[in-house]
């Protein structure tokens, strides 16, 4: 291979580093994306030596980092239509279908959340009932079940279950990680304060911690893994935020003193950049959080509206419980992605240093406050440290900041989420905004 190519590969790897930021990617690396890279450098070279040969004074063809962005997002990003999602070569733990607009779901695989009448009435259908669960810190039960090839819709399965539009029935869908694109340059954080140095109790909805890594070294996190027997959560994204809300280092401040952090394991690998979870798995993490008495959950996930999500966060805040999300890295374009965009959890948009929005944050009149997730150090899953960017960054913030206030204020959830819109710094229009929310939540010079 000539220098020329591999300088073009080059290019095109670190662009993918620095701008790459789709609401699936995983933490990419420049040597796992170059072997992808052939046909596009194909292209791109194929156009410049075109052009070379073109006579003067036409002009060499300019490929702008936006068109190397989307040649390059594309091949990486996406997903088959179909995936197996495999424990082995022998053993599929279960297989994923693309819906409308994009959102993923288990092949044929519904959630209702039933009672013993409806319970009966569906054991005398047409479908394979696969568990029934109660969740007791929930107070519901839930029946998961797959139905006949064909069957499409909710309408339609409403209709041949013999169930009213009151059923709280849905798919069970597939929700992704918010994690944007990663910085290779790592330099210490600002020295900042935790937000307060109280032993204090916060879970997180995510994937696995590796709690080898240094940063973790005398910290107290519980772990969970809700995902089928012989199936394992990549570490990436969750050592990020754990790194965030606990981690120490010489490069790496906790935004909590003393956390005691329960860690509910429910992502999966989908590719080499993505990693999904599914509605099954993030009902039964909500129900042992709950049944821990967590006060605050960090949720730094997104996906599609569904009837049980909803029913399930309502259920957990009923318990006395404050659910924090991220807003999503879908970009200000963005249809609203859940659990952020319901009216009861806080959702979170992430700015820089200097107070700009994240170029890719979701936009809306669901979201709440505002944080620091642009270029932040945190520990990564192969024991090293780097920088980080996307919602999901800036979600810990608000979630270690309200963690304080309800010790504060003796688990008062009123008065800690007063408090956390007086401490919001309100940033471009007056007031509550689509972009800020009621502001932006910073690290303290003093502990709360």
Known sequence: MNMKKVRVKHIIAASICIFSAT????????????????????????????????????????????????QISEPISSLPNVLNININSQNTAF???????????IERQWLLMANSQQLNTLQQQNVTIVSVKNYNALNMSLVRFNVPQGVNSKSELLKALNLDESAILDRNHIYQAQTGEPTAKVTPN????????????????????????????????????????????????????????????AKLSPLLGSAKLYSAEVFYRQSEYAQ?????????????????????????????????????????????????????NQGPASQPLYPGAYKSVIAVSAIDATNQIYRWSNKGD?????????????????GKFGRESGTSMAAPHVSAALSCLLVKHGNNKTK????????????????????????AIYPPKSAL
Not at 366 to 382: H, K, M, P, R
Request: aromatic residues 4%.
């Open 276 to 328: 999904g979870a599914t509605l099954f798995a993030i009902v039964e993490a909500l129900n042992w959080l709950v049944s821990n008495k967590i006060p605050v959950i960090n949720m730094s996930l997104t996906g599609p509206n569904n009837a049980v999500l909803e029913a399930s966060i309502t259920a957990a805040i009923k318990q006395n419980v404050l659910i924090v999300a991220a807003a999503g």
């Open 190 to 249: 600002n020295s900042i304060a935790p937000y307060c140095t109280q032993s204090v109790k916060i879970g997180m909805i995510d994937s696995a911690i590796n709690t080898k890594h240094s940063a973790f070294e005398g910290t107290n996190i519980t772990t969970q893994s809700f995902l089928p027997q012989g199936l394992s959560s990549p570490n990436l994204h969750g050592t990020a935020i754990a790194g965030l809300i606990t981690g120490k280092g």
């Open 416 to 439: 800690a989420l007063n408090e956390l819109t007086s401490l919001a710094i309100d940033l471009g229009e007056q007031g509550k905004d689509t972009t800020f929310g009621y502001g």
């Open 23 to 70: 609401s699936s990617a995983n933490i990419v690396r420049v040597d796992q994306v170059l072997g992808q890279l052939n046909p596009i450098e194909q292209r791109i070279e194929q156009t410049i030596e075109r052009a070379q040969r073109l006579p003067l004074p036409v002009p060499v063809p300019q490929v702008s980092i936006d068109e190397l962005k989307a």
């Open 95 to 105: 297989v994923e279908v693309e819906l409308e607009n994009g959102f993923r779901a």
């Open 366 to 382: 669901y979201i709440d406050f505002a944080a620091l997730g642009v270029s932040v150090v945190t520990s990564q899953g192969n």
